[in-house]
């Protein structure tokens, strides 16, 4: 899976929310998901499994994305709406779990920055 994301991700440092072959028809960025990628990429790193010279620049490349996201107010912004399809992300729409995520993942960037 690994891989999969490292190919997949988007010149911007996000993913598409088309992810699994619909990048064209989905292309605007998404935060939450973005988030939950960077988790686990970095845990991945920092727990041994993944190799750090592959995938910390892919890491750096999407944190680098995501903190652009955030607006001047704090809020992590483009987090797709909840729903039962992909759909339109807004600079200014957030939800509580697209800000979990955010925060999960920088708690991994904090520790891979940190060895």
Request: charged share 15%.
């Amino acid at each position: 899976m690994a891989s999969a994301l490292k190919r997949t991700q988007q010149k911007d440092g996000t993913w598409s929310m088309g992810i699994l072959g619909g990048v064209t028809g989905y292309p605007v960025k998404e935060t939450s998901g973005a988030s939950f990628f960077i988790f686990g990429l970095a845990w991945g790193i920092n727990q041994g499994l993944l190799d750090r010279e592959t995938y910390e620049p892919v890491i750096l490349k999407g944190w680098n994305a995501l903190s652009r996201c955030v607006t001047d107010e704090g809020i992590l912004g483009h987090v797709q709406p909840v729903g039962a399809a992909p759909g339109d992300s807004f600079a200014d729409k957030t939800e509580v779990y697209g800000i979990g995520a955010f925060l999960a993942a920088g708690a991994e960037m904090y520790k891979l920055l940190s060895h």
